[in-house]
Structure formats: structure tokens, C-alpha cells
């Protein structure tokens, strides 16, 4: 997946495309990858990099949504424990089960879980993960020996999924090459072609240089997450907004606070939310909040009472009370929630998708979330093939493995998350001077993932690599400023990077790393 070759298709390409898409997260991703594997010709562009936004900032959770089965909305937990089995079954290497525990203080907690998880295990049916059974006190104790033990009755085990969300987002996109699609991050939807009232196509600007190209589609598809009401209104400039940004924040913890590997779940904080404390990447993360904000950000930040909400509550149920000291990181995400009419908070907005279609023929998508991107992908490149003329072929993702998926590599093997790409990115260590070396003592990234990222993945900027191909900045923010210079260093040699270039570089990403430590 080499991006100037991408951009070099794009230029020499003289037939218009079936499909253009606008948005790299996961549901633009999975739409080129649900469209492409159908055999149409697709162009996807992204302002910044794949998964920057919303994509890589999430629980790192696939799952039915325990919560929304307490709601009465089974229809999308049907939905999603659905596709929950098809991501496990589909990306192997970078999906799996996991035990979560559910722990009892009141007598009555145990029984009443207990029923709603056997509900939740048989509508899994057989994409399925695990039974769920209750556990004694002591069985919890022996799972979780850092839960909170005071009062403690019993609880109840379930599996859910676990994923990496960058890591797919990646691996899709090379999937979508793979089919034939041309999908290009750092490249911004400055515009949209059209002609007698009809979109016709988009005028893409190449963020390295300036550049830019007049993109004919015979369907253009904004998936833009928190963002779509922007370029709804290059489209038609009074649109109201359809979107209601909630932020979502995380702290992540070393893995002391959390042995083992069960992840902790809590039904219902004193405010009514759902808590997780997840072992991830030998690190424990802990989420989430549902804050409604006004303006959507490539780069939201942490609000001091979410941080506040999620330490109080991860001493309250852990033996060991983290302090700001302990906290390798905070990040922070917006969900692109559907808004409604008289909703008193975002935990009352939609959390399905929804398609809109202009006047003038522009697809919108957003809403949904991880679980279900597959489902929501093909429902909007069904609606493609209607508003564009292009056909109407089978989806087929169904059952097409995600790229990687050929090797599943022993969990503790820190090349896991590249499945099958792994023994190459060994090779690169075996034969490239240097590539062996790690990148930080406290992190696993290595040079060899560095050239990797860069002759492979599309990273062009350190953020890139730090942030998204490998997990470092979310992992350890102190860490990742720390190797910033190194990993410059490495990319300067693939990219030709100047000594100035290579120094902004640096710069722009210690300024951004510097927002995801919490100071304490």
C-alpha cells in the first residue's frame, strides 16, 4: 500500500469512479472495502490519517452493548452480536474473546445479571463467544485478586469481544487495495463537483503539497463521523445539523492495577454509566464518559471532571487507588451520535446508524459504532448502487477475511497485531541494519515496524506510526515523546526527509503527545 503510487492511479485515471468516498474511519473504510470487493472502482480520501478521529479512540471493545439490552433495544444487540462473531471470525489476528466480569455488592445484582447474560448469550446464537455462569466470591477474587473485595457477594462472567480499533482500521484499508480501491490519507474534500444540481464528484487537496484534483464519481458517500454536517454544507449551505457530538474519555494504567485477563465490568456508576477497566497491550484501560460538547476536534481533550469521574471510580473498585502519577494516558473521543428532538443527553441519542440522501444525491452516514461497521457498510453501498446507477452486485464481506487474517500469532508475540505480515517485518529486522533496535525501553516499537509503517501502511507523519500503526502514544504518552526523534529519524531516512522537516516533525508531535499526559 504505497500512497504515491495510489496517487498516481488517481491522476492517470480517465473513466469516472462508481464510488467516492469521503472519510477514513471505520465506516468509510469498510464502505471501499464492501464496495470494492464487488468489483466496483472506488476512491477514498482522508483529511488526516485513517482512523484519526473517533476510529482509534475507543474502548477497544466489540460487543452487543450489554446496556442497550437493559434499554429494551434488541434489535441492535441482536445486530451487533451478529457481526461481533463475523469481526472474530474475519480478523482473527486482531479480534478475540475476553471475560469480563461483572462483580455483585447487593444481593440482588448477581440474579438479575445473570438472567439478562444468559438473554444476551442466546441471542448471540451461533456466532456465539462463551457461556456466561455466576461466579462465587472466591472464583472473582481468584479472576480479578485487585477487585475491590469489601462487600463483595459474587458476580457474574460473560465474553465480549476485544480488538485493536487503528490496527483495523489499517488492515482494512489494505484490504480495499487489495480489491483495487485508491484510498489516501492526508488528502482533504475541499469541494464537491456538480452539474445541473447533480454531485458529480469531489475536488480532492493533497495536504503535503497543496495539490489539487477534480474526482469524478458517479456517487459520492460522506463518512465523515462527527464531521458530516461540514460537508453537508458544501453540499447545501443551510443544512441543519443531523449530529450531536458526545466525548468519550479514557485513562490507561499499567497492568498492576489489573493482573490477569479479565476486564471488569460495572453496569451502572452513581450517574447511570457504564464502566470497563480492560487489560489491553499490557496496559489497563479504563472508560468511558458521555460528555455532550459543541464543536467537534480532530484532537478533543479530556475535561478535568471526566478525569475526575474515571479515577474516583476505578479506586472505588479496584484495591489500588491510581493517582495522576500512575496514568500513562488520557485520551479522548466523539461519538457521532444521530441527534433528536427533545433528548435530554447524548445517553438518550441514537446510537444506530443513519443514511441520509440530498437533493442533489449525496450519501451521508454516520452514527453506529465499531461492532457493526461491516453491517453499516453494506447498507450504504446498497444505497450506492440505487442513487448511482453502478449495478447491483452482492456484498460479500460476509466471509471475506480482513487482510493479516492468514496468521494468528501467540498473543504475547509483540508482532500479534500484524498477523500475517509479521514475517516480513522480521525479515526487515534480520537484514536491515539497526531495524532490531527499540525505538523506547519502555516500548515494544522497533525500527523494522517503523520502515514497516512507512513503505507499507501509508504513514507519512510520526504521529502516524506513534499514534495509530503502532499504539505508543495511547500506551505510554511520556514514552512516546520520548521516541518521537528516533522514530524521525527512521522515517527521514524512507520519506527523504530535510533536517527541517524532520525537526517539525518532532515538534508537531511532542505538542500533541504533551495533551495526553495528565499532570498530576
Known amino acids: 500500500m504505497n500512497r504515491d503510487r495510489l ?3 488517481l491522476k492517470s485515471r480517465q473513466e469516472p469512479f462508481d464510488i467516492a468516498i469521503i472519510g477514513g474511519g471505520a465506516t468509510g473504510l469498510g464502505a471501499a472495502v464492501d464496495a470494492a470487493s464487488r468489483g466496483h472502482s472506488v476512491v477514498l480520501v482522508e ?14 471493545l466489540v460487543h452487543g452493548g450489554v446496556r442497550y439490552l437493559k434499554q429494551g433495544n434488541v434489535s441492535l444487540v441482536l445486530e451487533a452480536l451478529r457481526e461481533r462473531g463475523l469481526m472474530v471470525r474475519n480478523a482473527p489476528h486482531l479480534v478475540h474473546s475476553l471475560p469480563f466480569v461483572i462483580p455483585s455488592y447487593h444481593w440482588w445484582e448477581g440474579p438479575f445479571y445473570g438472567i439478562g447474560l444468559k438473554v444476551y448469550d442466546a441471542l448471540a446464537g451461533q456466532l456465539g463467544l462463551e457461556p456466561s455462569r455466576s461466579l462465587s466470591r472466591d472464583e472473582i477474587t481468584q479472576l480479578l485478586p485487585t477487585l475491590e473485595s469489601e462487600g463483595l457477594n459474587g458476580g457474574v462472567v460473560y465474553h465480549d469481544g476485544q480488538f485493536d480499533d487503528a490496527r483495523l482500521a ?8 487489495n480489491h483495487g480501491a485508491i484510498v489516501l490519507n492526508h488528502t482533504r474534500c475541499c469541494g464537491l463537483l456538480k452539474e445541473n444540481g447533480h454531485i458529480i464528484g469531489i475536488k480532492a487537496e493533497c495536504m503535503e503539497n497543496g495539490a489539487q484534483h477534480e474526482v469524478r464519481a458517479r456517487c459520492v458517500i460522506n463518512a465523515t463521523g462527527v464531521f458530516v454536517d461540514e460537508v453537508r454544507r458544501l453540499d447545501e449551505p443551510k443544512a441543519v445539523d443531523i449530529v450531536a457530538p458526545s466525548q468519550g474519555v479514557h485513562i490507561v494504567l499499567p497492568r498492576e492495577f489489573l493482573p490477569g485477563n479479565s476486564a471488569i465490568m460495572i453496569p451502572k456508576t452513581d450517574d447511570g454509566r457504564v464502566l470497563f477497566a480492560v487489560p489491553w497491550h499490557g496496559r489497563v484501560v479504563v472508560g468511558t464518559t458521555d460528555t455532550p460538547v459543541d464543536d467537534a476536534s480532530l484532537e478533543p481533550r479530556a475535561l478535568p471532571d ?19 502519577c500512575d496514568v500513562l ?3 479522548a473521543g466523539l461519538r457521532p451520535l444521530v441527534a433528536a428532538k427533545d433528548a435530554g443527553s447524548t445517553a438518550a441519542l441514537s446510537r444506530d446508524h443513519t443514511i441520509l440522501v440530498s437533493d442533489s444525491g449525496l450519501i451521508t452516514i454516520t452514527g453506529g459504532k465499531w461492532t457493526t461497521y461491516r453491517r453499516m457498510s453494506e447498507d450504504v453501498i446498497d444505497h450506492a448502487e440505487m442513487i448511482g446507477g453502478i449495478g447491483v452486485k452482492k456484498c460479500v464481506t460476509h466471509d471475506l477475511m480482513i487482510h493479516g487474517s492468514a496468521t494468528v500469532l501467540d498473543p504475547a508475540d509483540p508482532l500479534a497485531v500484524y498477523g500475517s505480515d509479521a514475517e516480513a517485518i522480521r525479515g526487515i529486522m534480520l537484514h536491515e541494519p539497526g531495524a532490531g533496535q527499540k525505538m523506547h525501553p519502555k516500548l515494544d516499537l ?32 511520556q514514552a512516546s515523546l520520548s521516541a518521537a526523534p528516533r522514530v524521525a529519524e527512521v522515517m527521514a531516512r524512507e520519506l527523504g526527509w ?6 517539525h516533525q518532532v515538534d508537531r508531535f511532542q505538542k500533541l503527545a504533551a ?4 499532570e498530576g
Do not use: C
Open 329 to 331: 494516558s488520557v485520551f
Open 7 to 9: 496517487f498516481s492511479a
Open 170 to 177: 489499517i488492515n482494512l484499508a489494505r484490504t480495499a487495495v
Open 306 to 324: 471526566e478525569i475526575a469521574f474515571l479515577m474516583t471510580h476505578a479506586a472505588r473498585y479496584l484495591t489500588r487507588d491510581p493517582r495522576p
Open 515 to 518: 495533551g495526553y499526559i495528565l
Open 498 to 503: 530535510d533536517a527541517s522537516t524532520t525537526d
Open 446 to 477: 522497533t525500527a523494522a515496524e517503523v520502515i514497516w509503517h512507512v513503505r507499507h501502511e501509508m504513514a507519512r507523519t510520526v504521529g502516524d506510526v506513534l499514534a495509530r500503526r503502532s499504539r505508543s502514544l495511547l500506551l505510554d504518552a
Open 47 to 60: 483529511q488526516s490519517d485513517f482512523a484519526k478521529g473517533t476510529s482509534s479512540r475507543s474502548t477497544k
